[in-house]
T-cell receptor, first 111, second 110 residues
Framework: DGGITQSPKYLFRKEGQNVTLSCEQN?????MYWYRQDPGQGLRLIYY???????QKGDIAEGYSVSREKKESFPLTVTSAQKNPTAFYLC??????????FGQGTRLTVV | DAKTTQPPSMDCAEGRAANLPCNHS???????VYWYRQIHSQGPQYIIH???NNETNEMASLIITEDRKSSTLILPHATLRDTAVYYC???????????FGTGTRLTVIP
């Protein structure tokens, strides 16, 4: 089935560690996005990518990094520089004027 | 990029129509209006989108005013499963303007 897959669903990280969240899509979409969602809040854009090997910062990029080496994959690394990383992370992909498809999210908890 | 304004919350009786408003007064000519909804702890789900004509699909109807400065999402017969946060978004070409905001929390009451 076509779709967008995030893994893992739940992730625990010790303070000071980097952690990478996976996002894969087989929809042949050019654009991919990462969002962060805190309890009771809307989605905030972290990074987005329009094409392979190109990406731009969103509203809250500090403490995060991404790569886009393949069209299908857009992994997000939460670095130790992110002071409050506990959140729900959502990945999405879209074509230019089409709807965005979202993964089911990764819930990251710092312990 | 155009941003949107939505009421933070609304209630609707089960079986009645739910009308969710959205203001997008700074929308530009090539930007579409999209609606998504998010059920608790899941990824947002696409509902409908339009440019300037009214649109209808199996989930909902979208009414866009003639000046395109506002729109209304209509769920014709709301069910308990429609309880969710509904996001109105304006989006044009490119990947840099998929801005979600805080949405409207719709509660369908039995």
């Amino acid at each position: 089935d076509g779709g967008i897959t995030q893994s893992p669903k739940y992730l625990f990280r010790k303070e000071g560690q980097n952690v990478t969240l996976s996002c894969e899509q087989n929809l042949n979409h050019d654009a991919m996005y990462w969002y962060r969602q805190d309890p009771g809040q809307g989605l905030r854009l972290i990074y987005y990518s329009q094409i392979v090997n190109d990406f731009q910062k969103g509203d809250i990029a500090e403490g995060y990094s991404v790569s886009r080496e393949k069209k299908e994959s857009f992994p997000l690394t939460v670095t130790s520089a992110q002071k409050n990383p506990t959140a729900f992370y959502l990945c999405a992909s879209s074509i230019d004027y089409g709807e965005a498809f979202f993964g089911q999210g990764t819930r990251l908890t710092v312990v | 990029d155009a941003k949107t304004t939505q009421p933070p919350s609304m209630d609707c009786a089960e079986g009645r129509a739910a009308n969710l408003p959205c203001n997008h007064s700074t929308i530009s000519g090539n930007e579409y209006v999209y609606w998504y909804r998010q059920i608790h702890s899941q990824g947002p789900q696409y509902i409908i989108h339009g440019l300037k004509n009214n649109e209808t699909n199996e989930m909902a109807s979208l009414i866009i005013t003639e000046d395109r400065k506002s729109s209304t999402l209509i769920l014709p017969h709301a069910t308990l499963r429609d309880t969710a946060v509904y996001y109105c978004i304006v989006k044009g070409a490119g990947a840099n303007n998929l801005f979600f905001g805080t949405g409207t929390r719709l509660t369908v009451i039995p």
